[in-house]
């Protein structure tokens, strides 16, 4: 079967770094997604990783590791702004997307 | 700034009605996407089109939804009757596929409640 998987809740202080991790077992993988959701709001595209390695986009950075199906979302510099759900998708052979549950980020002043 | 537009927003209907939710994709794009979102199933793909004709509906009950796109600026979600479990928020999500992949555009969602 297809699975994601990725933490429920964390939490983390404002101005600090946090890490959110995503594994994944899917049947064929054509890129990885994540995708930011406020409560109440649509999810809406951070970023996207195919190959091996880092993509950095300002604070946000994502992870990916095709060969341990695995990939992270670094935030850095936290802001209370950044409270939302963090959503891993994974692009399978069919090019559907399979999503992860999400992971609720609390940020504390 | 092009934004996938959906209505209504909020829809509060008694089991067994019928309900259409409408969807207008970012002009250009040739993929549409319905999802589902509960709290207790987060994210489901209900069903999704490519250039108007629909390539997967699996994830989506036969016997009371439907999904459509009688052109290529509207895609609808039919739910005929309605019963309390199809509460949730229906999102609409349009892309356009080519070389490299595409992000998918979500619209704002309608929140459906059925009584």
């Known amino acids: 079967g297809q699975n994601i998987d990725q933490p429920t809740e964390m939490t983390a202080t404002e101005g600090a770094i946090v890490q959110i991790n995503c594994t994944y077992q899917?049947?064929?993988?054509?890129?990885l997604f994540w995708y930011q959701q406020h409560a109440g709001e649509a999810p809406t595209f951070l970023s996207y990783?195919?190959l091996d390695g880092l993509e950095e986009k300002g604070r946000f950075s994502s992870f990916l590791s095709r060969s341990k199906g695995y990939s992270y979302l670094l935030l850095k510099e936290l802001q209370m702004k950044d409270s939302a759900s963090y959503l891993c998708a994974v692009r399978d052979s069919n090019y559907q997307l399979i999503w992860g549950a999400g992971t609720k980020l609390i940020i504390k002043p | 700034d092009a934004r996938v537009t959906q209505t209504p927003r909020d829809k509060v209907t008694e089991m067994g009605q019928e309900v259409t939710m409408r969807c207008q994709p970012i002009l250009g794009h040739n993929t549409v996407f319905w999802y589902r979102q509960t709290m207790m199933q987060g994210l489901e793909l209900l069903a999704y089109f490519r250039n108007r004709a629909p390539l997967d509906d699996s994830g989506m009950p036969k016997d009371r939804f439907s999904a459509e796109m009688p052109d290529a600026t509207l895609a609808t979600l039919k739910i005929q009757p309605s019963e309390p479990r199809d509460s949730a928020v229906y999102f609409c999500?349009?892309?356009?596929?080519?070389?490299?992949?595409?992000?998918?555009?979500f619209g704002p969602g309608t929140r459906l409640t059925v009584t």
């Open positions: 899917t049947s064929g993988f054509n890129g």
């Open positions: 999500a349009s892309g356009l596929v080519r070389t490299g992949g595409y992000e998918q555009y």
């Open positions: 990783n195919v």
